[in-house]
Structure formats: structure tokens, C-alpha cells
């Protein structure tokens, strides 16, 4: 063989041996833990849900998992893991759409994972979001969902995954005190006053008629019947859900749009199903009149401060703000006295110190 095809011989086998190497290093340190769990002693760094969510539901250990949308994101996983006595791991998804979060439950109950509690945050667009999965349509790299190994050259061999996530997550992991708890927490950096709040909330400038109560039966019931199924489908699972506390400029902005009458009815009709089941409980934080109407926990109209996360929790292991069979349509009766007071007491010095945007 001459000198010239050893020599090219040679670098295709240094070419296919690079090749190879990267595919291994990626593999093996593997930040969206698309294979495996953390492995040479990292931690679990989880700051990107939208390609990590998936394989930690797939390959990590527990027993327990908080579920919903980015409100649900700062609770510290050891707040649950304590009161509980459990493992936990978060399934979020930013839309809190339920198809979505009963399609990370549905990975879950397949990981092999004997799960004991499911904490579900029930964002009240969930109930009348679209019954299909949204992943795809959004964007998601769908090659760290599907099962198709030929398409995990797009994981394999990313430039991005490389040079920046791979390093991010050693960094993390041996060289800071990064908290494990906090996944996906994206609290650290944010402010949460009346002023940050009031000036990301846009407010409709007319009063829209209110809409039917059913306007979205036909969503309603296929959302209630995705989450009945997880429930029917795991009695060993006690399932907590809440509807959390948006606060009071959220409830502003649904009754000037018509849709708040159309909110309570969803929620009545969805609360009156799931407490058919006995692993069933659930709890209202909405109406609380000292939380939610006080702008400085929160950053915008929907998004509050840990500090609410931890309230909630604590209110859930006291069990106050729990909806029964006896007590939920009063509760809910009491939720709708209190938009009313939003529009007759609450909103109104805001409107008085011109505090309030407009939409053009």
C-alpha cells in the first residue's frame, strides 16, 4: 500500500475515532439525561424543562412528582420530600396544558417507578386548553421524546450540547453550590412588587358581556376526562391537586374579557368529578384575600413568589383551603364573591392612582 493511501487511511480511522469520541463523551455525561441518570457523582442540574423533563421522568429515581405549569416550578422539591417522606421530581410544562402533563404522567407510570403522590398544579386554562399534546407544535425537540434512536444524532452530536451544556452542568455540579431542589427555578433573578406586577399587566379597556358558563364544555370534558383516567387508572397513587393563587389583577383581566363565570363553572365541574375518587384530594388557594390581592408577591398577574409556593404546601399539610363534596360549591360560590369585590374594592384605588395599562 503506498504512503499516500496510508496516510488517508489513517485520517479517515482519526475522523471516525473523533466521531466516536464525541458521541461517548455526549453519552456519557448526557445533561438532558436522555440514557441515564447523573452518573461520575454530578448532580442533577435541571434548568432547561423542555429537553430534561423527559428522561428524568425515564431514568431517575422516585416516588413522587409535582406537576403543572411554570407557577409550580419554585417549589423546592425538599419541601415536599420532608413533609412526605418521598422522592420527588418535577414534570412542568410552561402551558400547564393537562394533555401535556398527562403525557409526562404516562412516562412516568411507565418508568418502572413505584409512585406514591402526585402534587398537580391545575392552572384554570388547563381545563379548557386543546386535548392534544402541544410539544411538537411548540417547538420541542422531539428527538429526546420519541423512542427512535437514529434521530438522537441530533443530541449526539450538537455543538450546543457540547461546548455549553455539558460544561454548564460540571460547573454546577463540582464547582457551586447548586441546589438540586431548585430544578428548573426560575425565581432567583425575577422581582416580585406591585410595581413590576402592575406594569406587565395590560388591562382591556371595555367590559366584554359575559360569556355562557359551558362555552367550553366540549374542551372541559375532554380535559376532565384525561385527568380522571390517571386517577382511575393508579389507586395506588394519592393525587393532591390545587388550584393556585393568581392574583387579583388575573381575575380583573378574565372578568373585563367575559370568561370568569365560564373559569368558576370549569372548575366546579372538574372538582365535582375528581372528588369521586378516593385518592383524590384538592385544595383552592384562589380567594385568599391577603395573598392574592397583595401585589408585591407577585411579578406579573399569574407568577408569585416562592414564598407563596411554600404557603400553599403548608396550607396543603394543615389541610386548610380543602374542597370536599360537603364544602367545594361553597367555596367556589365564596371564590366568585370575591372577583366581585376585585371589580367594587379591590382594583378600584389602582384605578384611582391611574396605576392601570391599557391595551391599545
Known amino acids: 500500500m503506498s504512503s499516500n493511501k496510508k496516510s488517508i487511511l489513517l485520517f479517515f ?127 420541542c425537540p422531539m428527538y429526546l421524546y420519541d423512542d427512535n434512536p437514529f434521530n438522537d444524532l441530533q443530541y449526539l452530536y450538537n455543538k450546543d450540547v457540547l461546548f455549553e451544556k455539558i460544561p454548564y452542568m460540571i460547573v454546577n455540579s463540582l464547582m457551586s453550590d447548586y441546589n438540586e431542589g431548585l430544578s428548573y427555578n426560575w425565581a432567583k433573578w425575577k422581582t416580585f412588587n406591585s410595581a413590576t406586577a402592575l406594569g406587565l399587566y395590560s388591562r382591556t379597556k371595555e367590559v366584554t358581556e359575559m ?28 393525587f393532591t391537586f390545587f388550584f393556585p393563587a393568581y392574583s387579583m389583577l388575573w381575575w380583573d383581566g378574565i372578568y373585563r374579557t367575559g370568561e370568569r363565570d365560564a373559569i368558576i363553572y370549569n372548575e366546579r365541574q372538574a372538582v365535582k368529578t375528581l372528588l369521586e375518587y378516593d385518592n383524590v384530594r384538592i385544595f383552592c388557594f384562589q380567594y385568599d384575600e391577603e395573598v392574592v390581592t397583595n401585589l408585591e408577591n407577585y411579578m406579573d398577574s399569574i407568577h408569585f413568589s416562592q414564598d407563596i409556593n411554600r404557603w400553599q404546601l403548608d396550607e396543603i399539610l394543615a389541610g386548610e383551603y380543602e374542597m370536599t363534596p360537603e364544602n367545594y360549591n361553597d367555596m367556589l360560590d365564596e371564590l366568585y364573591e370575591f372577583t366581585e369585590k376585585v371589580q367594587s374594592d379591590y382594583i378600584i384605588p389602582y384605578e384611582e392612582q391611574d396605576l392601570l395599562n391599557y391595551e391599545e
Request: net charge negative.
Open 13 to 139: 480511522k482519526i475522523v471516525i475515532a473523533f466521531i466516536v469520541l464525541i458521541g461517548v463523551i455526549v453519552f456519557v455525561f448526557d445533561p438532558f439525561y436522555h440514557y441515564h441518570k447523573p452518573w461520575l457523582g454530578l448532580k442533577a442540574v435541571l434548568n432547561d424543562k423542555e429537553y430534561q423533563v423527559v428522561g428524568t421522568l425515564k431514568h431517575f429515581d422516585y416516588d413522587a412528582l409535582l406537576v403543572g405549569s411554570s407557577v409550580m416550578e419554585n417549589n423546592d422539591n425538599s419541601w415536599y420530600d420532608e413533609a412526605y417522606d418521598c422522592t420527588s421530581i418535577k414534570a412542568i410544562r410552561s402551558y400547564g396544558a393537562t394533555a401535556d402533563l398527562c403525557y409526562f404522567l404516562d412516562i412516568a407510570y411507565n418508568s418502572g417507578n413505584d409512585i406514591k403522590y402526585i402534587f398537580y398544579n391545575i392552572d384554570p386554562s388547563a381545563l379548557y386548553a386543546d386535548s392534544e399534546t402541544t410539544f411538537e407544535s411548540s417547538g
Open 211 to 238: 360569556m355562557a358558563e359551558d362555552v367550553y364544555q366540549e374542551q372541559l370534558d375532554a380535559n376532565i376526562e384525561m385527568l380522571t383516567e390517571q386517577v382511575e387508572a393508579h389507586p395506588e397513587t394519592q
